[in-house]
Every structure is written in structure tokens, then in C-alpha cells.
């Protein structure tokens, strides 16, 4: 069962004002301490992965301005940069993969494959990719001064971002391209250097790759959009893809949908792994859970889940009659959280106060378990077999009360059904989520494919 911790640089977990619960240590996330306790924790738990989101954007009214509520509780605001933590979280810890999201939007693709690049060396290739096209893309693009680029255009764009890192990374250097001898005089041979160039729709680059293979080559590569394009990209280019929780039916239904889309893309049907965005809330018995849960909602207010949603979507539920059905709604940012609140399933259509209710309650991803380590273990079990998934990213609530009793409660029963490893050993990223593929791309991914021809024996 492969087990992701989601976390980002903001104080609070994923539902409600968390950051004032008396027990969350989450103002202190501007701190190096906090997280390298965190990724150790979670290490010795069996965790595969820390996984940041990341974003630009902010909630903004439709004048662009941010909105006074979104301060108050700091949703979304603050968001801190997750790429400087990477390197210190490396040092703490020896096994767990680390994982931070990058827009195609904001980051130019030289400068990303460069920086994922140098990751890869110094965390002995336990770096990962999460490829977006954006969040929040509205105020994340008039803070740059751009307008907001079109939803599909974005994943055009993508396509030629993670082309061109693609190329850099699997077709500059060759193997054996870096000699290093001193005797000689020579660091790389220059016949096995190659200059890159990609002359895409809207993206081009032409050069050299500033930064020798790491132990993974290519980072590996995660995505978690589920719209159209989204899936068409992930088929593509993902090896992990994030699924936000909520009904289990379209949860079944995107993964399905996207494991039909793989042999189009010249790659078998198990190449991506699936990982579901599930809240705990584990106790000793179901008493104990029911409490947890009961002040896990303390901090949960619909003004905030209302921020929220605009933060992720744009529109603002508020200004819809409460309890009437939403109409067909379409939006440029984040049509996931809109279609996912839109009983595809059924045809029937929530009502703000209902969408606004759940948000209120479970957060972004929707999917929340409560109970003892046995319950939850076998609803986990009966949950992954239902949907044809392969794991959780485990939503916080309160730092680091959430893993706490996560790890007290949930981890040895999971650990007593052979789901997780008594211990780890060192390794890449790619190799601990595909051990019998290895450190590097299987042969079915595109990215083989920018590969350079040998020069030389």
C-alpha cells in the first residue's frame, strides 16, 4: 500500500482554521525544525513519500482582490516555497521520497529540469515531480502580470514543458558521458553531449543540459488533474497520479478512464499507480474516534470552506440561492472541484449549502475515515479493491497530531497485513513505488524516447 503524507508551507491542515487548535504546532512551519521532525516520523512509520502542493494563487473576489477572509484564516495564504525544504528534509532522512509541485505556468522548463536535476543528486534520487498547470491560475497570473491562459491551452503548454525536460534530462548526456579523470584532464566527454531542441506549439528550447544524470535520471514524475486534458497529459507523461477523495463511484470512474487511456499512449495499463486524498481520524475505539472527528469540526466553518472553493475554482458559491440546485457551472481554473459536486453519477446536482456543507467538513478531498486501527484498516482494504487504487495521500488536520494517531492506531494493524514495510532501505524514489522497473523510466515511457544514440562503444 503505497502511503503519502500531503502537506504545504501554509499553517493550516486541509479542513477548516486548523492553525488555532490548541494542539497544532503548524505555526511553526516556517521552520526547518518542524518539518525535518515531521519527514522522520513519517519515515520511521513506512511512508513512501512527503508530497507538497504548492501554488501562487490566492482567493480573490472577481475584482481581483484578495479576500479579507482568506487573512483571517489563512487559507492559502501564506504559502511558502516547498523547493527550499527539499535539501534539509534529504539530510534528515535516508529513505522517504520527497515530493514538491511545480507549475508548467510560473516555472520556465530549463529552470525546472535544472533544479529537479540537481535534487536528484543531493537526495540520492528520492525527488519527485508533481506536475501542474497551476492553482488558483486568476491572481497567480496578474501577479505576474500575464493574463490567465485557457485550460486546455495550459495543458499545450504542459505538453511542451515536460517535453522539453524530458529531452534534457534523458537526451544530454549520455551514459558514461561524465569521466571526471584527473590523469587524463577530463571531466565529460564531449561526444556524448548532446544539444537538445524542441520546437513545440508554444514552447522552444535549444541547448545543453547544465547538470550531469542523478540516480534517477528523469525525476519521478506525479500529476492530479482528472479533467480531459488532465487525464490525456497524465497517460502521457505520469507515473503516480494524485486523485482527490470524495464519491467513490467517479473516484472509480477517473481511474478507469485513465488506465483506459494508457495503451493509446504505447504504455501498458499498470504503468501509473493511483493514490487517493483520504482524511484519518484513528482512536483507540470508535468512542474515541467520534470525539477526534468532533473536534477535527470545531475549526470548520462554511465561511471558510466558501474561500476555499473560490480559491480552487473561481467561482463563489455564495452568491447562488443556498438551497436551490447549481446550475451548469464551467470554469477556466479547477473544473475537477466543480464536476465532482455534480453527481455525474446520478444527474442530480447539490446545492451550494450541500457543496459548501461537505468542504465544510471533509476538505478538498473528500474521502475521510473514522475509527479504530482494525476499522479503518478494513475499510482502506475494501476501499483500494473497490476503486483499483494503490494507496493514500493522508490529509492533515493537526501537526503533528494527524500522524500521531495515524502511526499509533492504524500503522501496525497495516503493518500486521503485510501492507507496509517493518523498515527501509535507501533508494530511489522510482524504485521504492516500481521496484521491478528500477531508478530509471521503463522503456514504455515517452521520455525513452528523447534518449540520445549512442556516439561510441
Request: aromatic share 8%; with cysteine.
Amino acid at each position: 500500500m503505497i502511503l503519502g503524507a500531503f502537506q504545504t508551507m501554509n499553517p493550516n491542515g486541509t479542513v477548516g482554521v486548523s492553525w488555532r487548535d490548541a494542539q497544532n504546532t503548524s505555526l511553526d512551519f516556517l521552520t526547518i525544525d518542524y518539518w525535518t521532525k515531521l519527514a522522520r516520523q513519517i519515515e520511521a512509520a513506512g511512508f513512501d513519500f512527503l508530497f507538497f502542493a504548492d501554488s501562487y494563487g490566492y482567493p480573490t473576489n472577481a475584482d481581483g482582490e484578495i479576500l479579507d477572509r482568506a487573512l483571517i484564516d489563512a487559507t492559502n495564504i501564506p504559502m511558502a516555497d516547498p523547493i527550499t525544504l527539499v535539501s534539509a528534509v534529504a539530510a534528515a532522512t535516508s529513505s522517504l521520497g520527497i515530493v514538491v509541485t511545480s507549475s508548467t505556468q510560473v516555472e520556465r522548463a530549463p529552470a525546472v529540469a535544472r533544479r529537479y536535476g540537481t535534487l536528484d543528486h543531493l537526495t540520492g534520487g528520492r525527488i519527485g515531480w508533481n506536475i501542474v498547470t497551476g492553482a488558483a491560475q486568476a491572481s497567480s497570473a496578474a501577479l505576474f502580470g500575464e493574463d490567465m491562459m485557457l485550460h486546455d491551452k495550459r495543458y499545450a503548454q504542459a505538453e511542451d514543458h515536460a517535453t522539453i525536460c524530458l529531452k534534457l534530462w534523458e537526451g544530454s548526456w549520455e551514459d558514461g558521458a561524465l569521466v571526471a579523470d584527473k590523469t587524463a584532464g577530463v571531466y565529460a566527454d564531449p561526444a556524448r553531449v548532446h544539444q537538445i531542441e524542441h520546437r513545440g506549439a508554444l514552447l522552444s528550447a535549444k541547448g545543453v543540459y547544465g547538470v550531469p544524470p542523478g540516480p534517477q535520471r528523469t525525476p519521478f514524475l506525479l500529476q492530479a488533474g482528472t479533467s480531459r486534458a488532465g487525464m490525456d497529459f497524465a497517460a502521457r507523461f505520469a507515473e503516480l497520479v494524485f486523485i482527490g477523495g470524495g464519491d467513490t463511484e467517479t473516484i472509480k470512474a477517473q481511474i478507469a478512464d485513465l488506465r483506459g487511456r494508457l495503451p493509446e499512449a504505447g504504455r501498458p495499463v499498470d504503468a501509473i499507480k493511483f493514490v487517493v486524498g483520504a482524511h484519518f481520524v484513528l482512536g483507540a475505539d470508535a468512542a474515541t474516534a467520534d470525539d477526534a472527528r468532533a473536534r477535527m469540526l470545531e475549526f470548520a466553518t462554511l465561511e471558510q470552506a466558501a474561500t476555499t472553493y473560490t480559491w480552487l475554482t473561481g467561482i463563489d458559491l455564495t452568491a447562488f440561492p443556498p438551497h436551490e440546485p447549481l446550475p451548469d457551472l464551467y470554469t477556466e481554473m479547477g473544473q475537477s472541484s466543480v464536476d465532482r459536486y455534480m453527481n455525474p453519477q446520478t444527474g442530480i446536482r447539490k446545492t451550494p449549502h450541500e457543496v459548501l456543507t461537505e468542504f465544510r467538513d471533509n476538505g478538498i478531498n473528500g474521502t475521510v475515515f473514522v475509527g479504530s486501527g482494525a476499522t479503518v484498516a478494513d475499510r482502506m482494504e475494501e476501499f483500494l479493491s473497490y476503486v483499483n487504487a494503490d494507496g493514500f495521500l493522508v490529509q492533515p488536520h493537526v501537526t503533528p497530531g494527524t500522524y500521531d494517531a495515524f502511526i499509533e492506531h492504524l500503522v501496525p494493524e497495516l503493518r500486521r497485513r503485510g501492507h507496509l514495510r517493518e523498515s527501509s532501505t535507501p533508494g530511489t524514489l522510482r524504485a521504492r513505488i516500481f521496484p521491478e522497473i528500477g531508478d530509471h523510466l521503463p522503456d514504455t515511457h515517452v521520455g525513452t524516447s528523447f534518449r540520445a544514440t549512442p556516439s561510441r562503444p
